[in-house]
């Protein structure tokens, strides 16, 4: 059996887990920084978590994940 080929797109843009969350880069961080409040820009710093459904629909572009 042939190996499972992986969206290319999707592992760029998500990172499963240990404990199976995948996780993703907030959006919002690139430019136009300056009308941002100082804590909505920390806030976009840190990873965000999918929520179940979406994680599962992401799974699925991830097979070896």
Do not use: C, D, W
Not at 18 to 41: A, D, E, P, Y
């Amino acid at each position: 059996m042939p190996k499972m080929k992986t969206r290319k797109s999707a592992a760029k843009r998500y990172k499963v887990t240990g404990s199976g969350k995948v996780m993703f880069k907030k959006q919002g961080l690139r430019h136009i920084l300056t009308k941002k409040t100082t804590k909505r820009k920390r806030n976009l710093r840190h990873a965000g978590v999918l929520s179940e459904v979406e994680a599962k629909k992401a799974k699925v572009m991830l097979p070896y994940a």
